[in-house]
Structure formats: C-alpha cells, structure tokens
C-alpha cells in the first residue's frame, strides 16, 4: 500500500520519518531516490537500480519510476511515494466527443493500440493529424502533461491547439518562458536544461517528433520524468546512426504506423513526384570537374573513403591538420555547391514559378547560400534560422493566408510548420537524408477540397547529387507510383 496516493501538485515532498518495513520513494534532480532498505535487498534487480552510498540508499533514473512502483505493489511492500507531485486534469468527461473534429478511423486505431500499454510510438505522416492522436491520449490519461517540441514555433502551435481542444491552462517553456501549468509545452532544448526541476510533475509525456530524442543530449529529457504513460509521435523515427533503438526504453515501442501511399487520397492530398534534370555550364563543369579532382585526390591519398562509417570524419580531421586538407575541404564545399546552385537550376526554377503562379509553393535549399540567392533573384519572402521570430510568423501569416504564394528557405521549415494551402513543393537541393525529404514531402499533403500535390525535384547531371537523391527517396513515399523523371 501507499501513504501517498493523493500527491500535492507540483510539491517536492520530503519522506520524513519512514515506518520499519516502510520504502521511501523521492524525486532527486532527475533521478528517484529509494529509502528504507539495504543494499542486498531483492528490490536491487529493479532495471537501472543502484546502490548509492551517499544517500544510504537506491538510486535509479526518474524513467524507471513506473517499474519501481509496479514492483512494490505486485510484492504488496508498504512504500510512500513522495517522488510523485503530478494531479489529474479537470477535463470534462464528454471533452473528447465534443472536439472540433471527429477522429479518422486510423486515429481511432493508433489510440487502441497505444491504450494497451500506454507507452509507445506512433509513426504517422506530416498531416496526419499526430496532434490530434496526442489530445485524444491526453484526454483518456487525464493527468498532468508535459508536450516536448522540437521548436518554438512548434510550441506555439501546440499551446493554441490544446488550449482550444481541452479547454484548460495551457504552460509553455522556452523561448524566454518558463511558466509551468497542468499542461505544459516545452522545446527539447528547454527540457533538456531544466528538466530535471520538473520532471516529477507530470504523469503524461508527449514527445513530437520524437526521432530527436534519442540524440546525446536530448536523451536525458526522458530520463529525467518519472511519467508512467508516454507517447511518441513521428513521421519518420528511424535514425540514421540506429540511435532510434533507444526509443523502445525511453518511450515504448513502435505501437502503430500509417506510411503516406495508405493514406494519400483519402486522408492526405493525392501527390505526384517529379525528377527534372539540368546540366552544368561548360564552365561549371570544368569548375566542377578541377574541385572535385582536389579533394578526391586528397582522400584518396589517405585512404579515406567517404562511403565508409566515419569517413566523413576522418576527412574533416584531416583535413585540419594541414594547409592541402583545407584546401581539399573547400574543394569539397565548392564541387558541391556548382552541383546544388547550377545557374541552370535557376531558370529551372522561374519556368516552375511561372507554371505555378496561381499555387502556394514552397521551394528548399540545402544551404542559407541558396536560399538567399533564390529570395534575391525572384524578390520571394524568406526564412532560414536567422530570421528573428516576430518577422517569421508574420511571413508564414502571409504565406497562409494567400497574401504572398511563394517562400524560399533551407532546413528550418522541414518540420513542424503547418502552411495547409501550400500544394507545391521545389526540392533545389537538400542532403541525403530520408527523413528530410520525406518531411518535405509531407509540408505539401494536407487534405484540401481536390487539392493534387506535386514535388519537384531538381537535380543536376552527372555530379554527386544524384547519388545523394538515391539515397534519400529510399522510402515508401517514392516507389514509384506518382512518380516520374523528366
């Protein structure tokens, strides 16, 4: 049994004075603190638990509380829980038959399979309505909830929607804002610094775009909560280095996943992806050719192959050490832009401005370079992650609304930003990475009336860029109907 069913909201308690036979449970700056036993007790083989002298007592992450908990009571030890400090939210019990709109049939599935457990990540496309899954778990857990956001802007977007949906207070942290309330939104990075001074106060955790969360730093953020039911939300969890794996301890498994050809046309616009090709200049190419010749020789030299694991690495710090590695790094930064920012790819670009005059069309760039090139020569609003944040949302606001149909930026905009109207995407360049191009794809396939997306890919001939879009249309989205090479 517990002597602390009833916790008082948002209190650090103290366990004081514990009974013989009594375990003491408290949070500690991230981690949980486990008194009143001794260090050959059976408890020990609790995942993560460890002895630690200077407390006389167990210590484990703040993640494993719902482990802990679940251990004493199945061994029915008395235990006071002076760890939790998380209430349940006063929502109306008709809260989610009353929500602005009704659920699709797959939502309804993802919450189903999520509810079995309550932990777990749902992979669903830019679109799909992932926040409305979220609102939907938070009103069936109905305790104090934490929300982790890549950005601010997501943070906004967040904060408006649940304030709409739930009808309750609504904290944010970040951004200057440290104001925490019974539903909390928060960046990653926010969480990361603080969190573990409010990492006992929620019972909920939702982490959007959750395939940030495995990375190095932003690990901790889940460590630190001791929430029991936490829910994982993302278009494309994997990861690129396997880190994604961690995802089963510090959410839950994978529980549902809808890939975007299951739900284009019904759910998310009808879409087609379109390659178009350009050449380099006779000059750009002798450019392309000598540049290329420079950092190839200097890899070659050291027997570094760039394909390898770590080979880009190992030729960054080479590259340091000597005048000819530097030279060969700009050599390397240089072949690859004449590939990504061929003058051909510009008049390319007007004739799809000028095709699309009349649509919202969002054009991407792998660099600020680029980008500002772009947003100059066609005087086109722009965002990369310099424009300050005041300026930005009055460029989306006017993007929404119609007012300006074209917006250039690099990677900022990959994910999180909802411009619903939008219905042409112009790939100029990016890396080679699955997620953004999926991303990308996914900030043009709302549902609107007959809406038909279309991405254009442009890519320059034989340079390294095609090999970099082989690698990245490695997903669903891109095999192959809706898709074509011209």
Same mark, same amino acid.
């Given at each position: 049994?517990?002597?602390?069913?009833?916790?008082?909201?948002?209190?650090?308690?103290?366990?004081?004075?514990?009974?013989?036979?009594?375990?003491?449970?408290?949070?500690?700056?991230?981690?949980?603190?486990?008194?009143?036993?001794?260090?050959?007790?059976?408890?020990?083989?609790?995942?993560?638990?460890?002895?630690?002298?200077?407390?006389?007592?167990?210590?484990?992450?703040?993640?494993?509380?719902?482990?802990?908990?679940?251990?004493?009571?199945?061994?029915?030890?008395?235990?006071?829980?002076?760890?939790?400090?998380?209430?349940?939210? &006063?929502?109306?019990?008709?809260?989610?038959?009353?929500?602005?709109?009704?659920?699709?049939?797959?939502?309804?599935?993802?919450?189903?399979?999520?509810?079995?457990?309550?932990?777990?990540?749902?992979?669903?496309?830019?679109?799909?309505?992932?926040?409305?899954?979220?609102? #939907?778990?938070?009103?069936?857990?109905?305790?104090?909830?934490?929300?982790?956001?890549?950005?601010?802007?997501?943070?906004?977007?967040?904060?408006? %929607?649940? /304030?709409?949906?739930?009808?309750?207070?609504?904290?944010?942290?970040?951004?200057?804002?440290?104001?925490?309330?019974?539903?909390?939104?928060?960046?990653?990075?926010?969480?990361?610094?603080?969190?573990? /001074?409010?990492?006992?106060?929620?019972?909920?955790?939702?982490?959007?775009?959750?395939?940030?969360?495995?990375?190095?730093?932003?690990?901790?953020?889940?460590?630190?909560?001791?929430?029991?039911?936490?829910?994982?939300?993302?278009?494309?969890? =994997?990861?690129?280095?396997?880190?994604?794996?961690?995802?089963? $301890?510090?959410?839950?498994?994978?529980?549902?996943?809808?890939?975007?050809?299951?739900?284009?046309?019904?759910?998310?616009?009808?879409?087609?992806?379109?390659?178009?090709? %350009?050449?380099?200049?006779?000059? =750009?190419? #002798?450019?392309?050719?000598?540049?290329?010749?420079?950092?190839?020789?200097?890899?070659?030299? #050291?027997?570094?192959?760039?394909?390898?694991?770590?080979?880009?690495?190992?030729?960054?710090?080479?590259?340091?050490?000597?005048? $000819?590695?530097?030279?060969?790094?700009?050599?390397?930064?240089?072949?690859?832009?004449?590939?990504?920012?061929?003058?051909?790819?510009?008049?390319?670009?007007?004739?799809?401005?000028?095709?699309?005059?009349?649509?919202?069309?969002?054009?991407?760039?792998?660099?600020?370079?680029?980008?500002?090139?772009?947003? /100059?020569?066609?005087?086109?609003?722009?965002?990369?992650?310099?424009?300050?944040?005041?300026?930005?949302?009055?460029?989306?606001?006017?993007?929404?609304?119609?007012?300006?149909?074209?917006?250039?930026?690099?990677?900022?905009?990959?994910?999180?930003?909802?411009?619903? /109207?939008?219905?042409?995407?112009?790939?100029?360049?990016?890396?080679?990475?699955?997620?953004?191009?999926?991303?990308?794809?996914?900030?043009?396939?709302?549902?609107?009336?007959?809406?038909? &997306?279309?991405?254009?890919?442009? #890519?320059?001939?034989?340079?390294? =860029?095609?090999?970099?879009?082989?690698?990245?249309?490695?997903?669903?989205?891109?095999?192959?109907?809706?898709?074509?090479?011209?």
């Amino acid at each position: 049994m517990t002597e602390s069913s009833q916790p008082v909201r948002g209190s650090a308690a103290e366990l004081g004075d514990l009974p013989p036979g009594t375990v003491g449970v408290r949070y500690d700056r991230g981690s949980l603190v486990v008194e009143g036993l001794a260090p050959d007790d059976a408890l020990k083989d609790v995942p993560g638990l460890v002895w630690d002298e200077r407390v006389g007592g167990f210590r484990c992450l703040a993640l494993r509380y719902a482990d802990l908990v679940r251990r004493l009571v199945r061994e029915r030890r008395p235990y006071r829980d002076a760890a939790r400090a998380y209430g349940e939210l &006063a929502t109306r019990p008709d809260a989610a038959a009353n929500l602005p709109e009704e659920p699709y049939p797959f939502q309804r599935e993802a919450l189903a399979a999520w509810q079995k457990t309550r932990r777990g990540v749902v992979e669903l496309p830019t679109g799909a309505g992932k926040t409305r899954l979220a609102v #939907l778990a938070l009103l069936d857990v109905r305790r104090d909830t934490l929300i982790l956001v890549p950005t601010l802007d997501l943070v906004a977007q967040w904060a408006d %929607v649940l /304030r709409r949906d739930t009808g309750l207070p609504v904290g944010t942290i970040g951004g200057g804002s440290f104001d925490i309330a019974p539903v909390t939104v928060s960046t990653y990075a926010s969480a990361h610094r603080h969190g573990e /001074r409010f990492g006992h106060r929620f019972g909920f955790a939702v982490f959007d775009e959750c395939h940030h969360l495995p990375g190095e730093a932003y690990a901790h953020c889940a460590e630190a909560l001791i929430a029991p039911f936490r829910l994982g939300l993302s278009a494309t969890p =994997e990861r690129a280095d396997r880190r994604h794996e961690l995802l089963d $301890e510090l959410i839950g498994p994978l529980v549902y996943r809808k890939a975007i050809p299951e739900l284009s046309g019904v759910y998310l616009a009808d879409y087609d992806v379109r390659t178009l090709y %350009v050449d380099l200049s006779p000059r =750009e190419r #002798l450019d392309y050719e000598a540049q290329r010749g420079i950092y190839r020789r200097f890899v070659s030299d #050291l027997g570094i192959s760039l394909s390898g694991p770590r080979g880009w690495q190992r030729f960054v710090g080479a590259a340091a050490r000597t005048p $000819e590695g530097r030279r060969a790094l700009d050599a390397y930064r240089a072949q690859r832009h004449l590939a990504f920012a061929a003058e051909a790819k510009f008049a390319r670009l007007a004739e799809l401005l000028q095709r699309h005059r009349n649509d919202q069309v969002l054009v991407f760039t792998n660099d600020n370079r680029t980008a500002y090139e772009v947003s /100059r020569r066609f005087l086109l609003p722009l965002i990369t992650h310099q424009t300050q944040m005041a300026e930005r949302a009055e460029i989306l606001r006017r993007f929404r609304d119609g007012h300006w149909p074209f917006l250039v930026t690099s990677k900022v905009l990959n994910e999180g930003v909802d411009v619903p /109207r939008a219905s042409v995407a112009v790939i100029l360049s990016g890396n080679a990475s699955v997620r953004e191009h999926v991303q990308r794809l996914g900030r043009i396939l709302r549902k609107g009336g007959d809406k038909r &997306a279309v991405l254009y890919e442009v #890519l320059t001939r034989a340079t390294t =860029e095609q090999f970099v879009s082989d690698r990245r249309r490695q997903h669903d989205a891109y095999h192959p109907a809706g898709t074509d090479e011209c």
